[in-house]
Each structure stands twice: as structure tokens, then as C-alpha cells.
């Protein structure tokens, strides 16, 4: 039976990648597996340099003064290395939820950090507008989707000082201007591979500017000096990640994935603003194309929903326990056909009640 | 062609595991993907606790007060994580090269290191004794096995203060009182698995003793009390980790893997005493039973011995730069005959030179 798998992350990857990220498990080198060879070797290095540049491509940002990073420990140990490298005396973080609330925690280690806006108000189900940004902090950070709440920022402040962007959920997904990021980071757990490394795109000029002694592991410096290779990398998911952007890039780049996203949205929202039995979370006009979150009106009807969606081969769709209701997860790797199939069942829903 | 898989890390693997994490990237979990499910899937979290489970009981510390994670980052995570949690004034290592050498580096960022000894003046050929502990410092730090040097420590010091130890190139691989240590960690690219995670096992009444404030990231308490799940963990990692210290339960756990591993190391070593062309690195005492390090005595023969274990599908014997000459790396998943094969070409180049 067909899966369509709507999980938040880790999530559905294309199938052709993990075919062959399976076959490199048993010969990916000279009879050698993937897991069993020097990541020093030529055929790693290869794989590294490949992965890095393919970020950059996709991005647009080759020539540009950017480099590309795969690092362990997820967006989480973003939340201290973007503060690390780059707070010396104060910054301003956008509040959009969980994701962006523990980023916050963890600067605040360092320095002050000050909520330029925040939509804790309404528990997240909107992306704050109209906010200033201070001159003379070191930077602003914003996470650009918010997986638990099903918002995404659809565009981005102007900002004085280096933009910082949190992209875990969304990277990869929709065209943007790149170049007015000076920071990006996502774990690669959504759109970019399995758990287990995390891209960090950095525009160099940034670093360097604080006082205090970074460990050799946070430092983004180090790491850029010896080409993401400082220590062993996470060999596996750096591979599994390059064979995903690779496939990204054959399809057409994010260009071609933006519309098929665009139609997995358009027909999942409107399937939740047309069916009465449901009801979306997030404010329209920020809900995210990635994660649409919604609960049924009738809450008695869940044990019949539960098992209609589950018959027809699809997991993952429950909500976060701070949202509840629904999430359906709608990444790169999951095609339109596994969103008419959750469509059908919510019609059938419908025409059942 | 059989290969025989001399590398240092990441290195050879057990082939069933391999065979078996090949077959999880295609079906794990009913039609589903290792890499495609949620880490907070029953599926995943069942591999995570086998994972930690294993590892205490294979090295006999179940019950008696230590804690398992799978982290990321690698052992030099653990050169700075390790000081974060456990240094306030000053510490105690002993330098045994190059690894020890970053270790201490990492944690003079944060307090102060005195060396209780160091075998610097000999390129780290053999391991310091007879050097005394304060008592009044914080830790203890020491590397029990050298890969780049050869170096194995066949004891450990009595020690007044917590006793932690970097363990990544010899974790699993010989019979010793784990619970003599308060804190072990290792790099799984050895004997437990691909690179991706990191196994530490802390004793938990030696924590919580610092005045500065952890970033949650870097905090053992913290990752404890998230069962080593605050993040989204490496879940190909972890898994295939998982997978290779259920093989070594299966084969009889370390005792039994220690025989075998005996066998390895004193064949090899009895060629490299025996053999005129060659000399070992190592002072003999102080050999390690993972990776033996030797030179051709005449340097002339390199062409000729290097395209010999070539073609006897060897590979990764060259050794690191600071040693020149070869490394053989002999992990828990390198077989005897492997060992033989080297052999009997050192021995083929002693008949023909």
C-alpha cells in the first residue's frame, strides 16, 4: 500500500535518494561502504565539496561572498553559534514561536537580547508586521516557517544590521532573494536529508567581530578555514543531503519546486476553508506552504477522521500538542498526489457527517 | 575481491550491520524509511533506548549510577562540552598527543590546565607513568588509546578526582573496570558505528557542579533529562550504532571480541619485531592493540610494498603524517584473516627483498 507521509520532520525524502543512499551503504566506493572509508579520502572530499557548492547554486549566492558549512548538533546548536560568533552586546530576535522562543533562550546566555516583536499573543498563529529594527545592534534574527504553528514569513524587514534566519522548515522550498541574508541556518531534517547535519550559510565578512574566545567547535571561522572538514563529519547524512540537493537541482532548481509547492498549498487550504468541518489555525495571509495546521470543528468526529486518514495510507498528520487538531506537512519530497489523498478523505468526511 | 579495511576511523563495519541499516533506509517501519519517520516515533525511540541500554550493559554499568547519550559532534564536541560541565578552577590532563593536545586547548578557554604529564619529547611514542594527580582539582583527562601514535594506556592511574577519559578508539574493544571512570565519551567511528554521534556515559553525581550557566546544547544534565532526545537526534547514527553493539552482544560482548582482538594485535606485532624490513613506532609496553604503527626500515622498498598490500586489497594503511611510514588499524569489525593477509605480505616482501 502507497505511504504518504506527512510528517513534520523527519519527513518524506525522494525515493531516489534513498534508494541510492542505500546502495552506498553497500558499495559506494571500490566495493567499500559509504560508512566504512576515510573521510579523508578523495571520494568523500568529493562529496563534501559537492554538497557545499550545491547549496550555494540552488541559492543563488555562488560568487558572493558566502560559504556553505554542514555541521552537526541541528538548528538547536545554531541557536548558541549564531550568538557565539556573532553577540557581542545586544541583538534583536523576531518571536514567532517555539522554535524562535528557545534561539532567544539560548543568546541570552551571551548577551541582551530584545523582542523586537511577538505574536505570543495569539499563540503564534500569526507572523508579526511593522516592527522596527535598532541600528545599532549586532544583528536581528528571524525563523523563516514555523513548523508547530504553520506560519511562514512571506517576506522579510529591511534590515540595518546582519539578517540572521533560522530556514530549518522551509529552506529550499520557494524562490527568495538570498543575498539579503548574511547568516542562514536549517537542520536537514525537512527539505535537505536526514537528521543528522545542519547547513549553515554565512556571509564571511560578518565574522570575527566579537571579543570573546570561541571553542574551536563553534566557531564558524574554524570551520570555514578547513572546509566544513575540521573534524570527521557526519558522512552519512553530508551525502544523503548532496543527494537531495542534486535531485533538487535535475528537477529544475527551487524555481520548479516552488510551484509544485504552490499547488500542494493552494489545494490543501482551500480544502480547509471549504470543508465546514474544519478550521485553520494560522492567520491567512501567513499560513505556511510547508506545515498546514488545522483542528476539526467537531471534535467528536476525530475517532472517525483518525481512522479514514490512517486507512488510506497516510501518517504523520497529527498536530503539536501546543496547536493540537492537524499538521499536515507538505516538503519538497512529497508530491501532490499524497495531498489529494488526504483531500479525498476530508471530503469523504464531509459527505459522511 | 576481498577487501581488507585498514582505515582509522571511520573505518570497517561489521558486514551484517551494514547489510541491515541498507535495508532500514528502504523499509523500517511499515513501508517507511529509517530517515523518513519521526524521532518521536515509538519505532525510533525504542532504537534510541536499546541504544543507551547497550552501551551501559556491554561495558557492565547498568545500576550504578551512570547515564548514556548519543550526542553530535564528534569526541571534540567533548573537548569543550567536557570543561563547560565539569571545570570551575583548574583541571588535570595528561598529553599523549595529538587529541589530548586539543583537549587541553579547548578547555584552557575556560579555566585553567596543568599537563600532569606529556610524552611530547618523543613524539608521543609511548604513554607517560608515574606522574601524580592533585587532589584538588576538578578532573582528571586522559586519552586511553592513541590512533595517530600507536599508543594504548594498559592502565589507568588511581585517581583522587573524577576520572574522565576519551575512549573513541578503543571503546568496546577490551575488558576493563568502566567504573573506575566517572565520564567516558567516544567518537562512534570506530568500534561502535558510522560518524554522526557521539557515545558519552557520565556518572551523574559529578554534575551540576559548575557556577556557569551551560547552553542547553552543551549541557549533560539537560540532554539527560531529555532521555539524549532534547533535539532531534542522528537517527542513522544512532540506529547503525545500535545494530553494532547488539553484534557484539551477540558474539559474547567485549570479553569475547577481546580474544579476537588479542589475536590480531599479537600476530601483527610479532611481523613487525620479526620482519628486518620493518620497525614499530610504539615503545612495546605501551602498543596499542587497535592501531599498530611501523616504518620500512629502508625507505626504497616503499614503491614496491605499497603496490603489494594494494593489490592484496588492502586499504588505508598509509600512515599519518606526524608518524609517516603505517598504520594498521585494527578494529573489533576487522577480522583475523585481514591481519593474516598484511602478514603474509610483509612477509612476501621480506622473501623478495
Given at each position: 500500500m502507497q505511504k504518504h507521509n506527512f510528517s513534520a520532520g523527519p519527513c518524506v525524502l525522494p525515493k531516489e535518494v534513498i534508494q541510492k543512499a542505500s546502495e552506498a551503504l553497500l558499495d559506494f566506493d571500490n566495493g567499500l561502504s559509504l560508512i566504512e572509508?576515510?573521510?579523508?579520502s578523495k571520494s568523500f572530499v568529493d562529496v563534501m565539496e559537492q554538497a557545499r557548492s550545491l547549496a550555494l547554486e540552488l541559492l543563488g549566492?555562488?560568487?558572493?561572498?558566502y560559504k556553505a558549512l554542514f555541521l552537526q548538533g541541528g538548528a538547536s546548536m545554531q541557536f548558541l553559534m549564531v550568538a557565539q560568533n556573532l553577540l557581542e552586546k545586544k541583538a534583536a530576535y523576531l518571536n514567532t514561536g517555539t522554535w524562535a522562543d528557545k534561539a532567544i533562550k539560548e543568546a541570552k546566555i551571551y548577551a541582551d537580547i530584545i523582542e523586537?516583536?511577538?505574536s505570543k499573543d495569539a499563540n503564534y498563529n500569526y507572523i508579526p508586521k511593522g516592527f522596527d529594527i535598532p541600528e545599532d545592534l549586532d544583528y536581528f534574527h528571524c525563523t523563516s516557517n514555523n513548523t508547530i504553528f504553520g506560519?511562514?514569513?512571506?517576506s522579510f524587514p529591511k534590515s540595518p544590521i546582519p539578517l540572521v534566519c533560522?530556514?530549518?522548515?522551509?529552506?529550499?522550498s520557494r524562490t527568495l532573494?538570498?543575498?539579503?541574508?548574511?547568516l542562514i541556518y536549517a537542520g536537514a531534517?525537512?527539505?535537505?536529508?536526514?537528521?543528522?547535519t545542519t547547513l549553515i550559510i554565512v556571509k564571511?565578512?560578518?565574522?570575527?567581530?566579537?571579543s570573546r574566545k570561541i571553542p574551536s567547535m563553534l566557531d564558524y571561522k574554524v570551520h570555514i578555514d578547513k572546509s566544513?572538514?575540521?573534524?570527521?563529519?557526519?558522512v552519512f547524512a553530508v551525502y544523503t543531503s548532496m543527494l537531495t540537493m542534486q535531485w533538487l537541482k535535475d528537477l529544475g532548481g527551487i524555481k520548479a519546486i516552488e510551484q509544485e509547492n504552490d499547488k500542494k498549498a493552494r489545494l490543501m487550504y482551500s480544502e480547509i476553508d471549504l470543508n465546514p468541518l474544519f478550521k485553520g489555525f494560522a492567520a491567512k495571509e501567513d499560513r505556511s506552504d510547508m506545515n498546514a495546521t488545522f483542528t476539526l470543528?467537531?471534535?467528536?468526529l476525530k475517532e472517525t477522521f483518525d481512522t479514514m486518514w490512517k486507512e488510506a495510507g497516510?501518517?504523520?498528520?497529527s498536530g503539536h500538542r501546543s496547536v493540537g487538531g492537524y499538521r499536515a506537512s507538505m516538503y519538497n519530497a512529497l508530491s501532490l498526489d499524497s495531498v489529494k489523498v488526504l483531500v479525498e478523505v476530508m471530503n469523504e468526511l464531509e459527505s459522511k457527517a
Open positions: 572509508i576515510s573521510h579523508r549566492l555562488e560568487g558572493k561572498g523586537v516583536a511577538s506560519t511562514q514569513m512571506k533560522d530556514m530549518s522548515s522551509d529552506i529550499f532573494d538570498f543575498s539579503q541574508f548574511d531534517q525537512k527539505n535537505m536529508g536526514p537528521a543528522g564571511e565578512d560578518i565574522l570575527g567581530k566579537v566544513s572538514m575540521f573534524n570527521t563529519p557526519p470543528v467537531n471534535e467528536d497516510i501518517n504523520g498528520l
